[in-house]
């Protein structure tokens, strides 16, 4: 019961939000070419599904930011192991991926576009690009968080370095990768529309772009709308995979402890 009143509860302040939105733009008659009220966003939104305008692009967007989430963090994690656990690779390497990370990926967008074309390609590269460095940060400190004396207890015990790993740095490192896994599905997401805003065949980032020609600013909003949808659900997966892989992280149990509280109460 306390839980589906706080879900009501949220929906009641989603409403109120909604609700003034609309008032204020008709109170202060406000232009729908600056702001249009929720209510032409909704219709707007409506119509883009109608017409079956947005799904496709919408599948589009969905399989760039997935794929580039994949490539990049797939590098992330190899990267980040071998800069982890070599302090050589480290030396080398690790000063290069800073500087590169450095450079604004909106400033290096047009370039791939030139590269790869206005594909599918250009914008999984750009949203691996993106959705790289959180994960290979988090791999780096997750596996360098391991504590020495554990180290050195599966040393004494003949441990090779492979067990050691794999066996304690990477189960130790989890709830780290999880974070950054988290961090770089929205950072692909933010990728993907970057790369579509510079040059597109399709997408939501695209659709965006030839609304603004058109000054379609409720348009424009309602693809908002739909990002914001999408960054939600993607992020929740992430999460509730972590949630059911890592079971025993103390913060895990800290959840599921929570929730039985709130079914007792």
Not at 10 to 37: D, Q, S
Not at 111 to 132: C, R
Request: glycine share 8%; proline share 4%; with cysteine.
């Amino acid at each position: 019961m306390r839980r589906s009143g706080k879900f009501i509860l949220r929906l009641l302040l989603i409403a109120a939000m909604l609700g003034l939105w609309e008032g204020c733009v008709w109170y202060f008659k406000i232009r729908a070419f600056i702001l249009p009220p929720p209510s032409e966003v909704f219709l707007a939104l409506y119509r883009g599904f109608a017409n079956n305008l947005y799904p496709e692009h919408i599948g589009v967007t969905l399989m760039e930011t997935f794929l580039g989430f994949v490539l990049g963090t797939a590098l992330a994690f190899i990267l980040g192991t071998f800069v982890a656990l070599s302090r050589r690779v480290e030396y080398f390497l690790y000063p290069f991926i800073v500087m590169f990370q450095a450079m604004p990926k909106v400033a290096l967008a047009p370039l791939i576009i030139v590269w790869f074309g206005l594909g599918l390609t250009s914008k999984v590269i750009n949203a691996a690009l993106v959705a790289f460095f959180p994960l290979m940060v988090n791999t780096i400190v997750g596996l360098r968080s391991a504590e020495e004396d554990r180290i050195n207890l599966m040393r004494s015990l003949a441990a090779s370095k492979w067990q050691i790993f794999w066996m304690l740095r990477l189960p130790n490192a989890l709830p780290f990768i999880f974070a950054g896994l988290e961090i770089a599905m929205i950072f692909a997401l933010i990728g993907a529309i970057v790369a579509e805003f510079i040059g597109a065949e399709k997408g939501l980032g695209m659709l965006i772009q030839s609304m603004n020609i058109n000054v379609d600013v409720a348009g424009q909003f309602s693809i908002l709308l739909i990002l914001s949808a999408i960054g939600l659900v993607l992020n929740g997966i992430v999460g509730m995979t972590r949630r059911r892989l890592l079971f025993w992280d103390a913060a895990a149990q800290g959840n599921a402890a929570a929730v039985v509280e709130e079914k007792k109460l």
